[in-house]
């Protein structure tokens, strides 16, 4: 069971230059998100996906844009890096669920991308 | 909006003793989910422990426990007998209860360092 798997873990690129990080879960989770971690500031949401479909942005959505291809995969895409755009990324997805299901609302992260924009 | 504040940037325990680290939220809403979500140098996120809004009584996780005071708006999360494994950056995250608001808002986070 390989939970959520996201690609590049690192990745260089120079100011301007676009790349997509991929992000796929095994889960059947109907939820997906796109977090990056930035060093005092925590784990701050880009862009999530409530369901199959549908995307909405979150707090720092600006220079990025997403994709749900299905249930099982959510791309997130820099069209022109920026040196502020230099981050830890972590894709992460999560179950709905009532209370009393002990797995419900619970994120699951993948291993984190680390992004350096020159 | 929701936050979630996390005063104790860094906090250093001695191996084997018992350490808090402190938590506090805004929120209007009465119903709502809290966790604290462990990031050790391998950078993986691991949840620790989750608590529900409407459950008076504070969660366990073997040595992880939380004080949840719900009219405080306060998440803290004991560790005890502390050990060399538990050295982590901490996380302190709220969501809103309900479908549709799945997202969580994390604190700024609590660097833990275990002292043998």
Partial sequence: NAGVTQTPKFQVLKTGQSMTLQCAQDMNHNSMYWYRQDPGMGLRLIYYSASEGTTDKGEVPNGYNVSRLNKREFSLRLESAAPSQTSVYFCASSDRGGRGNSGANVLTFGAGSRLTVL | ?116
């Fill in chain 2, 1 to 116: 909006a929701q936050t979630v504040t996390q005063s104790q940037p860094e906090m250093s325990v001695q191996e084997a003793e018992t350490v808090t680290l402190s938590c506090t939220y805004d929120t209007s809403e009465s119903d709502y989910y809290l966790f604290w979500y462990k990031q050790p140098p391998s950078r993986q996120m691991i949840l620790v422990i989750r608590q529900e809004a409407y459950k008076q009584q504070n969660a366990t996780e073997n040595r992880f426990s939380v004080n949840f005071q719900k009219a405080a708006k306060s998440f803290s999360l004991k560790i005890s007998d502390s050990q060399l494994g538990d050295a982590a950056m901490y996380f302190c995250a709220y969501r809103t209860w309900g479908f549709g608001n799945e997202k969580l808002t994390f604190g700024t986070g609590t660097r833990l360092t275990i002292i043998p």
